[in-house]
């Protein structure tokens, strides 16, 4: 890159800093909650705690401008851009002063000394405009009205303007000589309203003329904002509010002992101003008041609020100048708190709370660890101690039940329980050596109602008592070194009626399941499950489930029939997998505490949502025991850090409508080579991708500032999956060994519904290599098809070639050696008919004999030679005429046929002339010595076989003279050279017969 920049990984170096400022509590049934701040500082990653300005692009980048650095936040990380001395390309200050993205979404970078730069998404570096006078100059101030003019303010060199298109900006006339333009604004018509160190200016777009705004004070103008027509210019004196229209100024002016920093409209709802020293403020448009945020500065938050924007979360962020960025949640829902620190604890004096409930009156009641048991009175808006509820030494209290006649059931850690009375006397009762007249244990864990005045008192280490308040008698439940044992731990949480006699208890060690009317301990019938781990709340949800918390296990659902749990954990999406209480609300939602803040599951859609203290909670971490359920459905949840109330239709569980943003997708080439492509930058249309790529890694972030914690994220490669692919809360996905090709990455939130609006999708293409391309396959497929093709016509030319030989030779055997021996045949004859000398002509009958011997050999020669004779029809044909010569003397008659045979299909020339003289070999022993008068002859084809038999009717006394001579070794050596099988039969004549594979 041309630039200068560092990456910083948040994540890596511990998360962002919380940091916590507070409001005056008022009621803990009323309003008043803990307002919390993120930040995001120089641990964090940001380059400097000085922070100048803040801008949220349309891409969802945080750009935030610094003394030292420009910083552009992707929802994980922070990437650093720094001063540039080895190039022009990189930003010639460090100093950011001002940052802006215009319509056409343009991010434009105003500094200190260097003038104006506009960041290069394309190419990912900075073009400055350093040939006009904002070189040398100072910016104070950048504004992009509707019509993507970019509108300069200066320190001493007036406001310049610059049009979409131009590389060069034009400065005002009459704000040459005003000094510090430090705010920008459109009007209503267009026009720009400008303020400065000397008033403020209105500015006409048609003549780029400046004129001082009508009226106004001569008052240095720190920031401008509009809403509706009306004017809120702030100053160092407080904001000036006055309409925009009308012919008198009649300005109101408020917070006129501060001065004000910066301003942000947040749509009709009300205006957030920020001071340079008296913290962070609220004017609602509809009461026309001011309120303040923040009731004052921790040694965090003493510096100047420098700049403010709202992203689309409804998260408000404030640029500190000294103490980087912080964060609010504005909607951070109906949660109510009291605890130490909160301003004014209203009384609490311990926050460390085991029970709670309500008393006849409705009041709340909080069992503590040291301070006894709290009553929160309405008329005095404080807590105040239980009369007789504080011990020496201290007792905590664990157990608190208020009876329908008004009697308070409290549970002491070590006491026993302690029953007050409306009438403000009180009973203890304590454990005993006889079991059927007190408890089994003092040491009191919980107390829970049960049927027919029934209480049950559960303890640590003694098990539990039934107590029947009727009868004033005992019954306890313990788990015993013998048979007798109906528990699996002694050590017992909460127990709940199943029905009239049978109950479940939630142990140290699993649930068990009993019926505690069994007459006798002996007779009690009971049965433990999930044995293995601590179960510390059970909650029945009546429709044949039972859930039940767990220590170390996280939540389960546990079948009452089949007696099976299925667990949810962290992994699901629960905040931790220690839960102390359960409660169910009116739309059968569980709530449940943990030792990681607040939780919910909607057990039909199995969606889990979770708060912490980044939501308003005084603490992450709650006790057993300590959670209630008031009578108009409010819930109450405590541990160490105090209480939390909330109504749940009151908290809000949506996520905002927010696609996912790419940030960075890196390659890793077959050269271990690494790219990376950053989206701050515009990315292409399409990547193109190195050939051959090892591995693609994509990093997303979830822009859901609120609660990026409930962002669910799914993934689907066209071209690759076959379907949506669920990657639950992580914000990276991995590819490797893609082959070539285009594909497309789409990438959905899909926690907060309409999962096709929050989608993000990324088009890249892989190139092949060359050996890959279908130009290369085409080319190969051509060199193949052409050596086929030459191949296929030199074997065609070589068998031309042959069959041209074969006819000369044929020819010229005919033409010369025949006709040679044809005439010395003839010339035997006639020497032989002349001569009168016996000897003389029997020698010259055998040469004439020898000579058509050898004239019929040959001639079968020439026609085996000869291509013309290649066709079926010409071997039946020569077969045919052979018969008619042997057979010509005896008179045998011969049957010949043909079956499955195409006469006009061709048969090599060694198969045919093989076939031939086997058949000839055949005939000749029939003419010569067989006494047959019919000889049949048969060729058949089939798809498998080639047949030819050749059989007489003779009595087969041939056979001895046929077997003395070389013929019957003729015929087999021919018949295996065609790879034929040979068979002489003797029965019923004699019978030569041979199979082949088909002759084509």
Same mark, same amino acid.
């Given at each position: ?27 803990? $049934? ?62 010639? @200050? ?32 900075? #073009? %400055? ?33 610059? *049009? ?93 002992? !501060? ?34 945020? =923040? ?43 009291? @605890? ?7 009384? $609490? ?91 089994s244990s003092d040491l009191i864990r919980g107390i829970f109602p049960g049927s027919q005045n029934k209480l049950y008192f559960c303890t640590r280490n003694g098990g539990f008592t039934l107590f029947d308040k009727n009868k004033w008698t005992f019954r306890s439940f313990l788990n015993l070194p013998d048979s007798a044992s109906v528990l699996g731990h002694n050590n017992t949480w909460m127990v709940i009626e199943d029905s009239a006699s049978w109950v479940w208890v939630a142990t140290s060690s699993g649930i068990t399941f009993l019926n505690t009317a069994s007459v006798s301990l002996n007779g009690v019938q009971s049965q433990t499950y999930l044995n293995e781990m601590t ?57 449940? %505490? ?5 939780? =919910? ?10 708060? %912490? ?30 209480? =939390? ?30 790219? =990376? ?7 292409? @249309? ?14 997303? !972030? ?20 076959? #379907? ?45 290599a060359f050996y890959q391309t279908i130009w290369f396959k085409l080319l190969i497929i051509f060199m193949i098809s052409s050596l086929v093709y030459l191949a296929f016509w030199l074997e065609i030319r070589r068998k031309l070639h042959i069959e041209r030989l074969r006819l000369n030779i044929a020819s010229d055997l005919h033409d010369d050696v025949g006709v040679l021996l044809t005439k010395i045949s003839m010339k035997t004859d006639l020497l032989a008919d002349e001569t009168t000398d016996d000897k003389k002509r029997k020698a010259l009958d055998t040469i004439s004999n020898l000579t058509r011997s050898v004239i019929m050999t040959m001639s079968d020669s020439i026609w ?9 029809? *010409? ?94 070794? *003729? ?30």
């Amino acid at each position: 890159m041309s630039f200068h920049f560092k990456i910083f990984n948040p994540v890596k170096a511990g998360g962002l800093l919380l940091l916590v400022l507070f409001v005056p509590y008022r009621a803990i $049934l009323a309003q008043g909650s803990t307002v919390w701040f993120e930040s995001l500082t120089n641990r964090d990653g940001l380059s400097s705690n000085a922070v100048n300005t803040v801008v949220h692009d349309r891409q969802g980048f945080v750009w935030i401008g610094t003394q030292n650095g420009l910083n552009v936040w992707d929802g994980s990380q922070v990437i650093q851009f720094y001063k540039s001395s080895v190039s022009d390309k990189g930003l010639q @200050s460090s100093d950011i002063t001002a940052i802006a993205e215009d319509p056409a979404g343009q991010l434009w970078i105003g500094t200190n000394g260097k003038g104006l730069f506009r960041f290069n998404r394309k190419n990912g570096f900075f #073009d %400055s405009f350093s040939k006009t006078v904002l070189n040398s100059g100072e910016i104070m101030s950048l504004f992009a009205d509707s019509k993507s003019r970019l509108w300069i303010g200066t320190l001493n060199q007036g406001i310049w303007s610059l *049009n979409p298109g131009d590389t060069l900006p034009v400065q005002i006339p009459g704000t040459k000589f005003s000094h510090n333009f430090s705010a920008i604004a459109e009007l209503s018509d267009h026009q720009i309203l400008a303020g400065s160190a000397s008033g403020l200016f209105h500015i006409s777009t048609a003549d780029n003329r400046a004129d001082r705004y009508p009226s106004f004070p001569d008052e240095s103008i720190t920031s401008v904002a509009l809403h509706q027509e009306i004017i809120f210019a702030g100053t160092q004196n407080g904001l000036i509010i006055f309409p925009e229209k009308g012919n008198e100024f009649k300005p109101r002016r408020i917070l006129n002992t !501060s001065e004000i920093s910066c301003l942000l409209v947040d749509s009709s709802r009300g205006l957030y101003i920020g001071t340079a020293s008296a913290g962070l403020w609220f004017y609602d448009f509809k009461t026309k008041k001011e309120t303040r945020i =923040v009731e004052k500065w921790n040694e965090n938050f003493s510096s100047r609020v420098q700049s403010l924007f709202l992203d689309q979360g409804r998260n408000l962020w404030i640029g500190l100048l000294g103490n980087g960025i912080a964060k609010l949640e504005l909607d951070q829902g109906g949660f109510r708190t009291v @605890s130490f620190k909160t301003e004014g604890n209203r009384g $609490l004096t311990d926050s460390d709370i085991f029970a709670i409930s309500e008393n006849k009156q409705g009041e709340l009641l909080l069992g503590t660890r040291a301070a006894g048991v709290l009553s929160w009175s309405f008329s005095r808006e404080r807590f105040s101690t239980l009369t007789g509820t504080q011990f020496s030494p201290p007792s905590a209290i664990r157990g608190l039940y208020t009876d329908s006649s008004g009697t308070i059931w409290t549970g002491t850690s070590g006491k026993g329980v302690l029953a007050l009375y409306p009438d403000k006397t009180s009973k203890t009762i304590r454990a005993g050596t006889n079991p059927g007249n007190s408890l089994s244990s003092d040491l009191i864990r919980g107390i829970f109602p049960g049927s027919q005045n029934k209480l049950y008192f559960c303890t640590r280490n003694g098990g539990f008592t039934l107590f029947d308040k009727n009868k004033w008698t005992f019954r306890s439940f313990l788990n015993l070194p013998d048979s007798a044992s109906v528990l699996g731990h002694n050590n017992t949480w909460m127990v709940i009626e199943d029905s009239a006699s049978w109950v479940w208890v939630a142990t140290s060690s699993g649930i068990t399941f009993l019926n505690t009317a069994s007459v006798s301990l002996n007779g009690v019938q009971s049965q433990t499950y999930l044995n293995e781990m601590t179960v510390l709340s059970l909650l029945d949800t009546h429709d044949g489930f039972l859930w039940g918390a767990t220590r170390n296990d996280g939540l389960f659902r546990f079948s009452k029939k089949d007696k099976t749990a299925k667990f949810y954990q962290t992994v699901n999406g629960l905040p931790s997998n220690g839960i102390y209480g359960l409660i169910e609300d009116s739309r059968k939602q569980i709530w449940m %505490s943990t030792d990681n803040g607040i939780g =919910v599951l909607n057990p039909q859609t199995g969606e889990i949502f979770s708060w %912490s203290v980044k939501n308003g909670l005084p603490g992450n971490e709650f006790n057993a025991g300590s959670f209630y359920k008031s009578a108009a459905g409010r819930i109450y949840f405590a541990g160490s850090d105090g209480l =939390v109330s909330f109504h749940p239709d009151s908290i809000s569980k949506q996520v905002s409508p927010s696609a996912p943003l790419i940030r960075k997708v890196t390659i890793l080439d077959p050269k271990n080579q690494t790219t =990376v492509f950053h989206f701050w930058q515009e990315p292409a @249309s399409q990547l193109v991708l190195p050939q051959n790529l090892i591995m693609m890694d994509v990093d997303f !972030s979830g822009m859901e500032f609120r609660r990026p914690d409930r962002l669910r994220f799914s993934y689907f490669l066209e071209g690759l999956t076959d #379907d949506w692919v669920s990657i639950g809360s992580h914000h990276n996905i991995q590819f490797t060994n893609l082959e070539p090709g285009s594909y497309t990455l789409r990438i959905r939130e899909t926690s907060a519904g309409l999962p096709e609006k929050n989608e993000v999708k990324l088009a890249f293409y892989i190139p092949p290599a060359f050996y890959q391309t279908i130009w290369f396959k085409l080319l190969i497929i051509f060199m193949i098809s052409s050596l086929v093709y030459l191949a296929f016509w030199l074997e065609i030319r070589r068998k031309l070639h042959i069959e041209r030989l074969r006819l000369n030779i044929a020819s010229d055997l005919h033409d010369d050696v025949g006709v040679l021996l044809t005439k010395i045949s003839m010339k035997t004859d006639l020497l032989a008919d002349e001569t009168t000398d016996d000897k003389k002509r029997k020698a010259l009958d055998t040469i004439s004999n020898l000579t058509r011997s050898v004239i019929m050999t040959m001639s079968d020669s020439i026609w085996s030679i000869d291509s013309r004779n290649d066709r079926i029809a *010409n071997l039946t044909d020569r077969m045919k005429g052979f018969c008619r010569t042997a057979f010509e003397e005896k008179q045998i008659q011969v049957e010949f046929q043909t079956e499955g045979l195409n006469q006009e299909k061709q048969v090599s020339v060694d198969i045919r002339q093989n076939i031939f003289l086997i058949f000839k070999e055949a005939i000749h022993n029939c003419a010569k010595h067989s006494d047959a008068t019919v000889v049949k002859i048969s060729l058949s084809q089939s798809a498998k076989h080639f047949t030819m038999t050749i059989a007489d009717n003779g009595s087969g006394r041939e056979s001895s003279a046929k077997g003395s001579g070389s013929g019957l070794n *003729n015929m087999k050596l021919r018949a295996e050279r065609i790879q034929a099988t040979l068979t002489i039969k003797k029965e019923n004549g004699f019978t030569v017969q041979i199979t082949r594979k088909p002759l084509y």
